[in-house]
């Protein structure tokens, strides 16, 4: 499900419990990563990540918090539930409110934002930035350290009074870190990092003359 179809949930759900008062925020991510040795995969990872933290108000205004990450329909209804327990515990010389700003317009700043090119494009980009770098001076006879990695994530928050703010990101970084060694000379070690939105955007040549 997409933001809208997880405050539409939440909201249906919030009904069915007869629950007036409610906001959330949520978080998703996916995030992907290589690290290679000498042309071999040393780590691959990728993970996928989701959060919600429900807030309710009881009928005496008093607070109740839930976390979870079961966004299908019955674990948003199960949240829904818990909140409103915990509600009953909810502290009655604190009072919280909605922000009176959480519906005002906002000024939306263009993002750029790419599409994952998945851990087989980013192992093949790093295996050859990393072969490349060792290549480019006969000192250099390793890259020990070195990692590509892509994240795109995804923050929203919405209340029962029809407010809807999200906000969404993609972000890339290679890092590369050589070791040069020469004879009757400690060995030297110097690396450069270089940032994108997306592995695409990233100028891996400059990386590796930096490096």
Known sequence: MNSREITTQISKAADFLNLKKWDYGASFSNDYSVQVDKGE???L???QKQILTIRVWNQSNLVGITTTSDISESGIKKALKQANIASDFGNKNETTEFSPLAKDP???KEVKKRNPVGIKKLLKLLRGAEIKLIE?????KSVP???LSES????VYANSEGA???YSKSQAALYLYARAEEKNKKPRSSGSVKLGYGADDIDIESCIKEA
């Open 45 to 47: 990872k990728a993970s």
């Open 136 to 140: 480019s001076h006969e000192s250099i």
């Open 106 to 108: 906002i000024k939306v």
């Open 145 to 147: 350290y070195n990692g």
């Open 41 to 43: 995969a040393k780590q």
């Open 164 to 166: 809807f703010r999200s």
């Open 152 to 155: 795109f994530f995804e923050r």
